[in-house]
């Protein structure tokens, strides 16, 4: 079974939409992040969380809220969604040295 | 400010060996990760190197790092059409809290060919 899982894989929504992103993990590491990807822009950090009660912003938090609802669970939320949040997102954890990730969420917001 | 560039797109012939760059610009970095990206898929990650040391190796993966430069490369041996991928450069930022965090570069779109 994969570590970091990601649900849903694919999801296409309309604008003005709320849509949810959840992100799990079994590696029982205590940090976990939020990143969206563009081409030719690389990963960019949208939120991350150092234990349930820490919750911090990214570069670029506008239009996304987060939710640490256990240590192995961290959702992403887009209230009301817009076309350019169209994009892959994608769910990581850490032990301080090494990052592991999900396989992504690809969103698109008509 | 935190920035990470690379070139974005590499070819190579099977067999040869692939260089792909990156350069930085933090000089306070205490890691430097490659990441490979199949398409489809999430990142994996390749291989990292602390930023006090100057070269690492792992099987066909060399990485060098010049702090003085402040550039990374990732040195692919015997490239194989396998390898074919998007290679993140990533650095780990020293910071107040040493959060963890990391700046990623664009990517470089390996195509090999056969």
């Known amino acids: 079974d994969a570590d970091v899982t990601q649900t849903p894989r694919n999801r296409i929504t309309k604008t003005g939409k709320r849509i949810m992103l959840e992100c799990s993990q079994t590696k029982g590491h205590d940090r976990m992040y939020w990143y969206r990807q563009d081409p030719g822009l690389g990963l960019r950090l949208i939120y991350y969380s150092f234990d349930v009660k820490d919750i911090n912003k990214g570069e670029i938090s506008d239009g996304y809220s987060v939710s640490r609802q256990a240590q192995a669970k961290f959702s992403l939320s887009l209230e009301s969604a817009i076309p350019n949040q169209t994009a892959l997102y994608f769910c990581?954890?850490?032990?301080?040295?090494?990052?592991?990730f999900g396989p992504g969420t690809r969103l698109t917001v008509t | 400010g935190e920035d990470v560039e690379q070139s974005l797109f590499l070819s190579v012939r099977e067999g040869d060996s692939s260089v792909i760059n990156c350069t930085y610009t933090?000089?306070?970095?205490?890691?430097l990760y490659w990441y490979k990206q199949e398409p489809g898929a999430g990142l994996q990650l390749l291989t990292y190197i602390f930023s006090n040391m100057d070269m690492k190796q792992d099987q066909r993966l060399t990485v060098l790092l010049n702090k003085k430069d402040k550039h990374l490369s990732l040195r692919i041996a015997d490239t194989q059409t396998g390898d074919s991928a998007i290679y993140f450069c990533?650095?780990?930022?020293?910071?107040?809290?040493?959060?963890?965090?990391?700046?990623f570069g664009q990517g470089t779109t390996l195509q090999v060919k056969p």
């Open positions: 933090d000089s306070s970095s205490t890691y």
């Open positions: 990533a650095e780990s930022i020293r910071g107040s809290g040493n959060t963890g965090k990391l700046i």
């Open positions: 990581a954890t850490s032990d301080f040295n090494e990052q592991y």
